[in-house]
């Protein structure tokens, strides 16, 4: 189900999620793989963590400054 992958990610704080292809995580940022989606899954973490690297990089370091 897409909103059981999805609500994964919510209220996460992390600089970076794990893709977890055997289930059951227990680490908040362990991301599980949907059923037979384990591709689609860790593109989408490694969009995820894509946007964090940005936002960590460029967004909040801009504020510093």
């Known amino acids: 189900d897409g909103d059981v992958f999805k609500d994964q990610f919510a209220g996460v704080t992390t600089d ?3 893709l977890n292809k055997s ?3 227990t ?3 362990d991301i599980d793989t949907g059923s037979g989606a384990s591709t ?3 593109a989408v973490v490694n969009a995820v963590n ?7 990089s460029v967004v909040k ?5």
């Open 23 to 25: 289930g059951n995580s």
């Open 50 to 56: 894509a946007a964090l690297d940005f936002y960590y």
């Open 61 to 65: 370091g801009a504020m510093g400054k």
């Open 27 to 29: 680490a908040e940022n």
């Open 40 to 42: 689609t899954s860790g």
């Open 16 to 18: 970076a999620f794990t």
